[in-house]
């Protein structure tokens, strides 16, 4: 029955169940026996041994945690009888040596994307609506509502259609029950612009009121997506008198970028003859630079030219031992292979720091990291907070009973690669490798801080099931379990419960993945977040947030 449970570290004390296993169930285990004391649910730990009040637990053959009471061999851990402990991290001048997975098979392969000037190349060719402040969302929202149907990126007409006939059948006094819900009766709209993927719109909270500070970082994230390699053109709205200055946003822009040549459409409302000549001169100029960026075509370009975020949603007891490990072995070839692999959420890098620390390339990248760590832990334990709250009700349920139990499997997204960069928020990808990217391990926020710091596609693992996406970003959703990805079918794109049955390794399994990648790269897949329009865009208030 050792198919039951997984030790996934020779210095771990705990026990993963990988199916629900009754109480009182014998267990043999790498020659030992093993009895479970109470029910383990899947995706929970039991101790392996007894233990007492203060024995450190370890998992992924790190400190996760500490036990609060004296308790037998065969009894799962919970929040009760487990607290988060990490170890202390320092710079220790380690020669980080590590085994270069075989890229043989990816060596001369190649995707379609759209080639910038600069020598970027995206994985889609999207026009982007800009707010320099949240003044402007209605408007925005007017345009949109004007432009997504006639232009073909309108994916609710069977709602719309739905909708219609239950107001109809109202005003007929007929029975509500009585109506169906037939999508599939809907014709899709073809698009327009066969080489636009689509048009994005950046609504946000900001530009005024709040702190200087909110604005100017706003601004250079508004600037990092006017300039990322999926953006072929942009439309700015101002209403004038807001701290977000059309200057400001200008300034960071040519700063981050002093060639950028795509074009730029800027409209105040408070220099318009009126709302209603602002919103018909943005939509008649956009269309004009719709038919231009329209001319530019897919051509081939080396994997090398990728820049790929991982991150982690809807987290559970499996994403640290299938989805996670099978993402990073696909991020470690990307990295032999030249491309940039961009791992974020802090938060959930807690207890992990100094494995991340002995695989920076050198000391500035290191003190860099720990630099970072600690302000943002600061930061939040200044509003009531800290690393260690991060954790949310669904990953507990689901066996994360920690941070630092959360933050190791979560890590595992990023390889055993050489860590050759540490980004602060907003900050670009430029070196090839796995970059630290700072941000919260909230979904959005994280998924948004990825694409300001360049990342092309994003490869979300979950264990629960979450439909985050990006505006100018294809996120692409990894199941760490079968059941998930049977269950939401609709917003799932990639199964890894293979990995936890055993009938696919974990290298197997990160070779398909960046089979899927390349597909969605080359636009010959649309992935699932993407198809629904799901485009989530919220900048960070810097120590509010996990």
Known sequence: MSNLILKINQKDNVLVALQDIPAETEIIFEGVTYTTLEAIPAKHKFFMNDMKQGDEIFMYGVLVGKVQYDLAAGIRMTTDNTKHAAEPYYYRDVDYHWTKPDVSRFLHKTFKGYHRSNGDVGTANYWLFIPTVFCENRNLD????????????????????????????????????????????????????????????????????????????????????????????????????????????????????????????????????????????????????????????????????????????????????????????????????????????????????????????????????????????????????????????????????????KSAGAAKKGGSAPVVDVLDYTEPATKPGLSLVCTPGNDVEATTGKAASGATLILFTTGLGTPTGNPVCPVIKVATNTVLATKMSDIIDIDTGAVVRGEKTIQEMGEDILDFCIEVASGNIIPKAVALNQDDFIPWKRGVSL
């Not at 977000?244 to 409302?269: H, T």
């Not at 390339?361 to 860099?368: G, I, L, Q, S």
């Open 142 to 405: 007017i345009i949109k509502e004007s432009l997504y149907n006639e232009l073909g990126y309108a994916v609710d007409a069977k709602y719309k259609s739905y909708t219609h006939q239950l107001v109809e059948a109202i005003s007929k006094g007929e029975n509500l029950d009585d109506i169906n819900f037939s999508p599939s009766n809907i014709p899709a709209k073809d698009r327009v612009f066969k080489n636009v993927d689509g048009i994005k719109f950046l609504n946000h909270t900001g530009g005024c009121g709040g702190t200087r500070q909110d604005a100017d970082t706003l601004s250079k994230l508004l600037a990092a997506y006017a300039d990322h390699p999926n953006v072929a053109g942009i439309t700015l709205l101002s209403l004038g008198c807001q701290h977000l200055q059309i200057d400001n946003f200008k300034k960071d822009l040519y700063n981050r970028n002093p060639d950028f040549d795509k074009p730029l459409l800027v409209f105040e409302q408070q220099k318009a003859v009126s709302e209603e000549t602002m919103i018909k001169n943005a939509i008649f100029e956009t269309l004009k630079g719709l038919l231009e960026i329209n001319k530019i075509e897919r051509e081939d370009a080396p994997i090398s030219k990728l820049c790929v975020g991982v991150k982690c949603g809807g987290s559970d007891g499996f994403s640290g031992i299938s989805a996670n490990p099978a993402v990073g072995h696909l991020a470690d070839i990307l990295s032999v292979l030249g491309a940039k692999v961009l791992l974020a959420e802090f938060p959930e890098l807690c207890g992990v720091e100094q494995e991340l620390i002995d695989r920076s390339v050198d000391r500035p990248t290191a003190e860099k990291f720990i630099k970072l760590m600690t302000e943002y832990d600061e930061l939040a334990h200044a509003v009531g907070s800290g690393f260690y709250m991060n954790p949310s009700p669904g990953n507990i349920k689901d066996g994360l009973i920690t941070d630092a139990i």
